[in-house]
C-alpha cells in the first residue's frame, strides 16, 4: 500500500507545530494541555493559583492593646512627697489618743499695765497654744466745738470720750532655735474701754514669746494640753 508524499509532509507539519506550541506556551483550540501561567487562572481569578477560603472555624485573632495618649497637660506626674519635717516633730501634730480628753494647763499668767516686753520660752510639745487676753483701756476725754446748721447757726460744744488711741497690744510668736516669727497677733488700737479676745498656736516646736504694750491693762493668760507634761 503506497502512501502517498504529500500527505505524510503534512502530518509531518503538523506534529512539528504541535511541539512547537507546547514550548512557546501557546493554546492550541481543541487538544488539551498545559495553560500558560500568565497570572489568570482558569476561574478568572488572579494569580496562577486560586486563593485559598476562609476556615469558618478559625478563631478570630485579637488585636493588640494600643493604650491612649493623653495630650501634654492633660495628666498629672507622679512624683514623692516633700519631706517638710523630721519624724520627731510630726508626731505631736496629732495629741496622743489617751490624751485627748485632759484638759488644759495655765502656762503663764499676767496682769500688768502694759509698758515694754514680757518674754517666755517652752517647748510645746502637743499643741494648741491658747493665748486670751483681758484689757481695760483708759478713755480720753476731747472738746469739740461747733457750729450748728440750723436756725441763728450758734456755736455748740461737746465732750466726746474713746480708748486712748496710743493703747496697742501684741503677741510675736518665733522659733527659739532660728528666730524666725511663726505668728503674730495684735490689737492696735483697742476700740472699747472693755475688750477681750483670744487666738490659738497650732504647731509644736521650741518657742520664745513676746508679749508687748502700752497704755491698757491688760490680764494675759497661756494654756496648754496637759498631755505636754508627759
Not at 461737746?158 to 511663726?182: A, E, G
Not at 472693755?194 to 494654756?223: C, M, Q, W
Request: glycine share 6%; charged share 20%; with cysteine.
Amino acid at each position: 500500500m503506497r502512501v502517498k508524499i504529500p500527505f505524510v509532509l503534512t502530518a509531518i507539519i503538523f506534529v512539528i507545530f504541535v511541539l512547537s506550541a507546547g514550548c512557546t506556551g501557546v493554546q492550541i483550540p481543541g487538544i488539551p494541555g498545559n495553560a500558560p501561567d500568565n497570572g489568570v487562572n482558569n476561574n478568572g481569578n488572579a494569580g496562577g493559583n486560586a486563593a485559598p477560603s476562609a476556615d469558618p472555624t478559625a478563631e478570630p485573632t485579637e488585636e493588640p492593646t494600643v493604650e491612649p495618649t493623653l495630650p501634654a497637660g492633660a495628666s498629672v506626674v507622679m512624683a514623692t512627697p516633700i519631706q517638710t519635717e523630721d519624724a520627731n516633730s510630726l508626731k505631736y501634730h496629732i495629741p496622743p489618743a489617751d490624751a485627748a480628753d485632759d484638759g488644759y494647763m495655765t502656762v503663764y499668767t499676767e496682769s500688768k499695765l502694759l509698758s515694754g516686753i514680757t518674754a517666755f520660752d517652752y517647748f510645746l510639745k502637743t499643741p494648741p497654744m491658747i493665748f486670751t487676753y483681758d484689757a481695760t483701756v483708759p478713755v480720753v476725754t476731747r472738746t469739740k466745738t461747733g457750729t450748728s446748721e440750723f436756725g441763728e447757726k450758734e456755736e455748740y460744744t461737746v465732750n466726746v470720750t474713746y480708748p486712748d488711741p496710743l493703747s496697742y497690744y501684741q503677741i510675736i510668736v518665733y522659733d527659739k532655735d532660728t528666730s524666725k516669727v511663726l505668728a503674730e497677733y495684735a490689737v492696735d488700737p483697742f476700740n472699747k474701754v472693755r475688750d477681750k479676745g483670744s487666738f490659738k498656736y497650732l504647731s509644736p516646736g521650741n518657742l520664745h514669746v513676746e508679749i508687748s504694750g502700752a497704755v491698757a491693762t491688760v490680764t494675759t493668760e497661756v494654756k496648754v494640753p496637759k498631755s505636754n507634761l508627759d
